[in-house]
């Protein structure tokens, strides 16, 4: 649950009964794949317990009883509840073993380029294998340090900034000027910024640029003052945002409408959300304590026009976020394997490990 939530802890799979368990996560598998409440009858025979339908019965009252099971009408079947999720989800998690990745998967992050094209990668990636909405966030680093600046002139009065930082991360932007700039005067603002600065963090180049822009020497040397506020309008994003990277927005809407249980002004408002991308931004950085697999269901968001949704998240080494997000009746062993195989992988490409 995210840190400073007043709801309680979701129960552990561990408070049930083996048999219980095995019902409930048959039970789950099943809706998952149908949609339809599932019966008695068609769990005894297929649970391969040896059951009556009639024990099988008392299973899902006692399941009932404890939140994890609903009935839709008297004479359907029962439906998994958040709670009921929940516990198989924890069934899931506590038989996870790593498995391989097909070769070319990794192959395709190790070619993709600078380490955000890598991270950006593996938003498709993860996207693409759980056919879910897929996203990847590269936490703000105070470690991240400066390798070298470029301007390039677009026309009369726009430039392009290049910033080159460690990691081989990269960040561009087009800053709006008040007059046109020779090339020649670009070339010498970002030798002189690369000359001044290169090596030192983004951060502490950021408090300095703004510190001498206050100084009255600058206002008398125009190529200073140019090379300040084209670095500064870029260090802005650069040295203190989180990078999000997000794919596959179409699969949520077709995951979604399948699974029937996303009404469109939630899908509306999740979709405003990713515009808003801060926003996503903050609530991952809610439910993400550390390292390994974060699994978040339906009423466990703290924001309310989530919670027809499910979330699943993995910390890979370096504190790079892989993540799915899609409808509550998804498809949980495929987005759990895909997000903790992806986060693995990620984790060895940036480090430029290998297999």
Known sequence: MPPGDSRPSPPSSKDLPERDRRVLALLVREFIEHGEPVSSLWLAGHSGLGVSSATVRNILSRLEEGGYLVQPHTSAGRAPTDRGYRCYVDLLIEGLKPGRWPGDVEARLRSAGTADDIVASASHEVARISHHLGFALVPASDATVLRHVDFVALDASRVLVVLVASGDQVWHKVVKTDEAMLPSDLVQAANYLNEQFAGQRLGDIRAEVLERMRQERVLYDQLMALAFRL????????????????????????????????????????????????????????????????????????APDLR??????STAPGGTVVGVLGPRRMRYARAITAVDGLSRILGRVLAGERN
């Open 231 to 302: 670095a500064c309008a870029t260090l802005d994003n650069a040295a203190t945002q989180p990078r999000l990277h997000v794919h596959g927005a179409s699969s949520l809407v077709e995951e979604s409408v399948a699974a029937h249980d996303v009404p469109m002004e939630t899908l509306r408002a999740v979709f405003a959300m990713l515009e808003e991308k801060h926003r996503l931004i903050r609530l991952l950085n809610e439910y993400i304590e550390g390292p390994g697999l974060t699994v978040v269901i339906g009423g466990e968001h703290v």
């Open 308 to 313: 027809s949704f499910s979330l699943v998240a």
